[in-house]
């Protein structure tokens, strides 16, 4: 089922053009991947999915993006219940200076999801757990965030995310500051959470492309080269660039 | 080839030695100007923190108080304590005429009557006694006593007579003058006589100035800085207020002196010489100030903070209040403190605005006349009596206590409060 149909979208900084008449769906519980080399405007696009690009001045997004049918660059769209639904997981682990649970709780607390004290508890305690941070952290919930280690941190970001309930998490290389067993659990946790949300990562790595997803767009100087099913983007892609990339020759 | 290299290098070395010394001696001459000014205060001012007094028995004699029997409280209250003030004076010498009585009675205080009365109202036993009583010294003789006076100038070009010099000589002898910290100086109002002068109601109008600032210019600078930085689109109208912010911190402080009598007294008919008005004075001063340091303190909270919360769902109003300007709140108390350091300081637009008269009285509220700390520095610094120029130092001296305790509390909390990022 599609979840995400983007329809005809161009992003512009000023008067330059980042983004050319990007099309895609993006299927419902499924881990799509987007790829391609720096600057090719892949995290731009992921930004215009739960409309973060309104905070940078001077960009301007055309075209439309649905979700579940409705078009979310239209001026009906609430900007605060859309990113309600489309949480998002950063590239540098960014949790708020606060303790473990306020990081959680703040979410709920701030869209009114918890009537009680022993509600939120569960709130917190399961998102933690979804997170596979629980284990590690239910003795210290009252320390600050940021005194975890940088997978730990990330982890506490993905529960931060997933503690409202979002239909959608966006992930804009949320294991490039990471070390690889860091990264190893992150991946697993993503095999994880698409049973229950649909999942858009943007990465560098292509091996970790090709391990957590099972669609993947290939991005180049703005546009969508190709975009199809992992399988068949890594093992016979239509376009000469993409395969170019994908066997290392450029990028 | 290898030769040259090594002169190269041997260049570079002296290069480097000559820079270092050039920057130690600079550090060298700052340091020497600051130990000579703070020298130069401690070694005139120390000496304000005592005060001299004359060990003089007094008689407190019924009839000449006018008391009758069993006098009430405010029998005491209304009696006449001239006469025997008078008396005690004279009785220092027994031999002496009138003019010398007169000269006896200048060796005190003009306040010397109401310390004798004081000393009748805390114990009304003493009716009919004859007891020590402590009586301040005029200044000249304080100034002698702490020997700055100089005493071997011909008769005629001193304030103090040979006459009051032998009978002071005699007191000091027989140990009837004392020398004991100067309560007064921080709990009187400013006097016409230097030995009554105290720095109360100057303190206090520093006091209600600096709150009368805080409270104006805090919550105004607070606000525009957060508006400007985290509301307000980036065009040429902001531009052209962030640059007038700028330019306003550096506009001179007797410009908004002039602001204030203009607008402030002339216009609104609020009432001259408060700290009221001289802390709306101030406040016009040190707003620039603040918003400039808050809005540093917010553009220093990493934008992924921001983008957290955003992403979270929260408006921007959330962000901001909840995440921003807590995490930005250290950085702008700081630099609210320093610019309330610098006002306290400021002294052209407080004179402007007529906080330069002579007070008397200790101001209870903002509405009061009241002069400031370095307001009463220059008022002092005018009078011609020998005693005020001690005066002058120590009233320094608790300015830039004031304000070393004002910077460092600034320091403290942005140290203590200031949150690290991993």
Redesign the interface.
């Known amino acids: 089922m599609i979840k995400i149909k983007a329809k005809d979208v161009d992003v512009f900084y000023g008067k330059k053009q980042a983004l050319f008449n990007i099309s895609l769906d993006i299927e419902e519980n499924q881990v799509t991947a987007l790829i391609g080399p720096s600057g090719c405007g892949k995290s731009t696009f992921l930004r215009c999915l739960n409309r973060m690009n309104d905070v940078i001045d001077i960009c301007s997004v055309k075209g439309e993006i649905l979700i579940n049918d409705f078009n979310i660059n239209d001026k009906s769209c609430d900007v605060v219940r859309l990113r309600e639904k489309i949480g998002m997981v950063f590239q540098k682990p960014n949790p708020f200076p606060k303790t473990l649970y306020e990081n959680v709780s703040y979410g709920p607390t701030i869209h009114g999801m918890a009537q009680s004290k022993q509600e939120m508890d569960e709130i917190v305690e399961n998102s933690l757990k979804k997170a596979a941070l629980w284990e590690e952290v239910k003795d210290r919930l009252h320390e600050p965030g940021t005194g975890l280690s940088g997978g730990q941190q990330q982890r506490l970001c993905i529960a931060r995310a997933i503690s409202v309930r979002p239909e959608v998490i966006l992930m804009d290389e949320p294991c490039s500051a990471l070390d690889p067993i860091a990264t190893a659990q992150i991946e697993e946790l993503i095999d994880e959470l698409k049973k229950e949300h649909t999942i858009i990562i943007v990465t560098h790595s292509m091996a970790q492309a090709a391990r957590v997803s099972q669609n993947t767009g290939f991005f180049h100087l703005g546009q969508l080269i190709e975009h199809g099913s992992t399988d068949k983007i890594f093992k016979n892609p239509d376009n000469k660039k993409t395969q170019d990339y994908i066997t290392g020759r450029f990028g | 080839m290898n030769k040259n290299k090594e002169q190269l290098l041997n260049k570079r070395y002296k290069a480097e030695q000559r820079f270092r010394l050039y920057g130690l001696s600079a550090i060298f001459m700052a340091l020497l100007f600051l130990t000579i000014f703070i020298f130069k205060i401690f070694s005139t001012g120390y000496s304000a923190f005592q005060k001299t007094w004359l060990i003089v028995p007094v008689t407190f004699d019924a009839e000449l108080m006018m008391l009758d029997q069993n006098p009430s409280k405010e029998d005491l209250q209304d009696a006449d304590y001239y006469d025997i003030a008078l008396k005690s004076m004279a009785d220092l010498d027994p031999n002496a005429n009138e003019d010398q009585e007169n000269e006896l009675k200048r060796m005190v205080s003009y306040f010397f009557e109401k310390e004798i009365k004081n000393e009748l109202l805390n114990d009304p036993n003493l009716i009919g006694k004859t007891k020590e009583v402590y009586l301040t010294a005029s200044d000249d003789l304080d100034q002698v006593f702490k020997g700055n006076y100089p005493r071997d100038l011909p008769e005629d070009q001193r304030r103090v007579s040979d006459y009051q010099l032998k009978i002071f000589d005699q007191l000091v002898a027989n140990g009837k003058v004392e020398s004991k910290f100067n309560i007064s100086f921080f709990t009187n109002a400013d006097s016409r006589e230097a030995e009554l002068a105290g720095i109360a109601s100057s303190f206090m109008g520093s006091i209600f100035s600096i709150l009368v600032c805080l409270m104006i210019a805090f919550p105004v600078a607070v606000l525009a800085a957060i508006y400007l930085e985290e509301f307000a689109?980036?065009n040429r109208f902001t531009d052209f207020i962030e640059v007038n912010i700028n330019n306003l911190a550096a506009v001179p402080s007797i410009v908004f002196g002039l602001l204030g009598l203009g607008v402030l007294l002339a216009i609104f008919q609020l009432p001259r010489s408060t700290p009221l008005v001289g802390g709306i004075t101030l406040s016009l001063m040190t707003l620039p100030t603040i918003i400039i340091a808050a809005r540093a303190s917010l553009k220093a909270v990493?934008p992924?903070?921001?983008?957290?919360?955003?992403?979270?769902?929260?408006?921007r109003m959330?962000t901001t209040m909840?995440?921003t300007v807590p995490?930005s709140m250290p950085g702008t108390l700081s630099g609210t403190i320093i610019g309330l350091a610098q006002a306290l300081g400021e002294t052209a637009p407080l004179i402007l605005i007529g906080m330069v008269a002579f007070v008397n009285t200790i101001p209870g509220s903002p509405m009061d006349p009241a002069a400031s700390l370095p307001v009463q520095i220059y008022i002092w610094a005018e009078s011609a009596e020998r005693g005020f120029v001690e005066k002058v130092s120590a009233c320094i001296m608790v300015l830039l206590g004031f304000l070393i305790i004002m910077n460092l509390f600034a320091q403290i909390i942005r140290h203590k409060f200031e949150?690290?990022?991993?």
């Open positions: 689109p980036k990493p992924s903070i921001r983008e957290a919360a955003l992403a979270m769902g929260a408006s959330q909840h995440h995490l949150k690290k990022w991993s």
